[in-house]
């Protein structure tokens, strides 16, 4: 069997294989699709194909669906030639259960693919001509926070923001310019309203998204490249909508393992693809069981009823951004971020292995029980503490979902802040609460401090994740050496744009100055200094 349309009409062989094939229309669907568009979404990677897809396919077989998602990528245009369209558009959806089990169903949700890039016309064109149609209800985003940045750390633009800036609406590159392009055609087109969406894994993704986008709209209306009705109708919220949300689903590489289990089953052709831009991608998508996603609801052209479909709710800004606090600040994220900086510095490169590990185990549980739940934003419509348990029990355990310490450790200097700094401000609020109760956490951030070396604990050299702040930080660690003078912390755990907080200040800075050091005496010693504060 093969991945592909009219491999699916083959219904006995795909039933003897026991992976479940679509049950709409799906021919039916793709004709729809291409006159009466209603959903694009930009980032065409695996979570966009694993989740919203999988969800948007329920709607479809419950027939309260007709139309499919239009996927755009402006990043990786391999993704499109070389998955999408080889295989028809068709994914093999493939849920890993911490039991063993392997869920697996094709996906065929998908109406159309495109590559949005205006040097390619006759995509560019048909992009364009999606946006100008009334029918559009919604555009939804996975492009990784980075994909919303348009500023440097510095306030000023991004090159490629700059040069777009400078060169109009024509032949933008950065993706928040094309989609700034493709709104001006739709206001040109009728003004016809919009809901603007972001799903990306990052706090107020919303406000995020709609900061972007007012910012080159504004730039080109200073240039005299748009009206100011256009940027007037961004702002309208009765035609352009920017609604936040709280996405949770761990959607790691493609599994060679996933892949031998499908090929066993008679699918060929499943390998992994690796493109020059380094993603990599498959035919299937393997993922966990569980997943979350918040969406406030504010679509003012209407809907699908997202809210049918398995781990999709419907709500308000308000609890949206409750959920994503639990989440980020609290239940998940700071628990991912220590087991990932200490899970490196002891030789785990998976994270299921890594939480193994009593030691890690637990200064996880004393980041996540002890520390977090005291402070924790309870957003009601989930339990903070059932959705702890299921993240440390069930999520991080799953060896079926290889998820890679250095993958979690990037970008750890962007993540501290929020990740540890909100549970430390809290704290610093809260006059029943004691700073100095924040063993866990200083000891993740002494290990972070000690991880910049880019030296084990067996005292061998590693490798570190991308961190755009790496080289600083290290510099001002001054060339320390394990088992040599021990380097002020100083410069570092004062600097309120890390933490959100000088920790001097605050009175965890010397504490964490001292885990440091110890954790820096020889090899062996940050294991030795996590059994001397955890027990």
Known sequence: MKLSRESLK??????????EIPKFDVDAMLKKTASFPEWVHFGAGNIFRGFMSACHQELLEAGTAETGIIAVETFDEEIIDNVYRKYDMLTLNVLADADGSLDMKVIASIGEAIVGNPSRTEEWNRLVWVFQQPSLKMV??????KGYAVRDSARNFLGVIQSDIENGLEAPIHVMSRLVALMHKRYLAGKYPVALVSTDNCAKNGEKLCAAVLTIAEAWLAKGYVEEGFVAYLKD????????????RITPRPSEDIQKAIEAKGVENMGVVVTSKNTYIAPFVNSEVSQYLFIEDDFPNGRFPLEKAKGIWLTDRVTVNKIE??????CLNPLHTAIAIVGWLLGYTMVFEAVKDKDISRLVERIGYVEGLPVVVDPEIISPKEFLDEVFYKRFTNPYIPDTTMRIATDTSQKVGIRF????????????LKIEKLTGIS?????????LLAVDDVGKSMNLSP????????????????????PSLSSILSNVNIFGSDLYAIGMGERIQNMFGEMLTGPGAVRATLKKYLG
């Open 10 to 19: 083959n219904t006995v062989a795909w039933q003897k294989s026991g992976i």
């Open 140 to 145: 939804t985003f996975t492009i990784t926070e």
């Open 237 to 248: 919220g009765k035609t352009v909508s920017f609604p936040w949300s709280m996405i949770d």
């Open 325 to 330: 606090t639990m989440k980020v600040t609290t």
């Open 421 to 432: 700094g909100e549970t430390i401000k809290s704290y610093v609020e809260n006059e029943t």
């Open 443 to 451: 000891l993740a951030i002494a290990a972070w401090c000690r991880y």
């Open 467 to 486: 961190d755009p702040m790496l080289e600083e930080l290290q510099a001002k660690l001054g060339g320390a050496t394990l088992g040599g003078p021990i």
